[in-house]
Nanobody
Framework: QVHMVESGGGSVQAGGSLRLSCAAS????????MAWFRQAPGKEREGVAS???????KYSDSVKGRFTASQDNAKNTLYLHMNNLKPEDTAMYYC????????????????????WGQGTQVTVST
C-alpha cells in the first residue's frame, strides 16, 4: 500500500505561482509512475502532468509551458510548480501513483494509477 499526501494549495491571483507537493509513503518501490490530476466543480477529473521514474514527463495541453512536474526520489516526493496561473486552473488537485512501465508512463490515463491522495485546493482569482 502507498499513502499519498498533498500540500501547498491555496488562493492566488491570476498570473501568480504555487508549488504543490505530494509526499508518498509505504511500499513506494511498487510504483514507477506518478501524476497530478485536477477536478473543477461540475467537471470531470483531468490529468495535468505525469512523471516516469526515469524523469520523463508529460503534460496536458492546457498547462504545457506553465506547469512543471518533478520528483525527488530520495524524499519520495512529487512536485508541481505552477506559474502564470489562470482562473480556469481553479480546482482540487490530486496526486496519484502506480506501476505502468516506460511504455505507458508518463501518461495521463486514470487507470494507470492505483493510489491517490485526498487532494489540495487551488483557487485562482482575477
Amino acid at each position: 500500500q502507498v499513502h499519498m499526501v498533498e500540500s501547498g494549495g491555496g488562493s492566488v491571483q491570476a498570473g501568480g505561482s504555487l508549488r504543490l507537493s505530494c509526499a508518498a509513503s509505504g511500499y513506494t518501490d511498487s510504483t514507477d509512475c506518478m501524476a497530478w490530476f485536477r477536478q473543477a466543480p461540475g467537471k470531470e477529473r483531468e490529468g495535468v502532468a505525469s512523471v516516469y521514474s526515469d524523469g520523463r514527463t508529460k503534460y496536458s495541453d492546457s498547462v504545457k509551458g506553465r506547469f512543471t512536474a518533478s520528483q525527488d526520489n530520495a524524499k519520495n516526493t512529487l512536485y508541481l510548480h505552477m506559474n502564470n496561473l489562470k482562473p480556469e486552473d481553479t480546482a482540487m488537485y490530486y496526486c496519484a501513483a502506480g506501476r505502468a512501465g516506460g511504455r505507458w508512463c508518463p501518461g495521463l490515463w486514470e487507470h494507470l494509477f492505483d493510489y491517490w491522495g485526498q487532494g489540495t485546493q487551488v483557487t485562482v482569482s482575477t
